[in-house]
């Protein structure tokens, strides 16, 4: 007993000592950037999605976290940020992004304001798989919550890579929340990407990230 309270008492002195070093890098100011999200075709969902992704970066290390509810229940949701590869910042689509007016503003409809699929928040962001990636899975009460720690750099070299050179310059960015169920009869006209079915990337939510520290 005497022998592993010493040990402990160590233990803690040792962490305390290396606990001063980051405590000095702590120091350095971290930066938060939080997307609100607003429901979007809520005609389809029937119920209206709310929440916020937060983007956290301290020193080389991004902490990105979902915490959402009013999401269809107990089914995976693909959740990206789009964006511009040309530097121009995004926005959340407008009802008038419905460009075919069948009532649904699908993945295609949201380019014009929200430019192009960009960062998949999967179980691992860095790979930027986003056909293949594990997205998170909502709740049976439809709530979903997701966190996930990457370098920064790593992911500022994957995303570099994929489009020419760029930064990833967050506060130009939204975050989307798609999915609905494989079940949900949608219009013909909802168009999609690729061979990936329409309920799997309709949006259901958008939040502009904007930078709070
Ligand atoms: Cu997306």
């Known amino acids: 007993m005497e022998h592993s309270r010493t040990h402990i008492a160590g233990a803690l002195l040792a962490a305390a000592a290396v606990a001063g070093l980051p405590a000095v890098a702590g120091a350095q100011a971290s930066e938060v950037y939080v997307a609100k999200l607003a429901p979007m075709n809520t005609t389809v969902t029937g119920k209206a999605a709310a929440g916020k992704v937060t983007f956290t970066i301290k020193g080389d290390s991004l902490t990105i976290a979902t915490d959402a509810t009013g999401l269809p229940k107990s089914i995976t949701h693909w959740q990206h940020f789009h964006g511009f590869t040309d530097g121009k910042a995004a926005a959340c689509p407008a009802k008038s992004a419905d460009a075919n007016g069948d009532g649904i503003i699908d993945l295609i409809e949201t380019e014009p304001a929200a430019g192009t699929t960009m960062v998949p928040l999967i179980d691992d962001p860095v790979s930027m798989d986003v056909a293949h990636g594990t997205y998170p899975t909502a709740t049976a009460g439809g709530a979903l919550h997701y966190r996930k720690t990457v370098s920064l750099s790593a992911l500022q070299e994957a ?55």
Do not use: E, M, Y
């Open 159 to 213: 995303f570099g890579k994929a489009f020419d050179g760029q930064k990833l310059d967050l506060d130009k960015r939204v975050v989307f929340l798609h999915g609905v169920p494989s079940d949900t009869k949608l219009p013909s006209s909802v168009a999609s990407l690729g061979p990936i079915p329409a309920q799997v990337t309709l949006p259901i939510a958008c939040g502009k990230i904007t930078r709070v520290k």
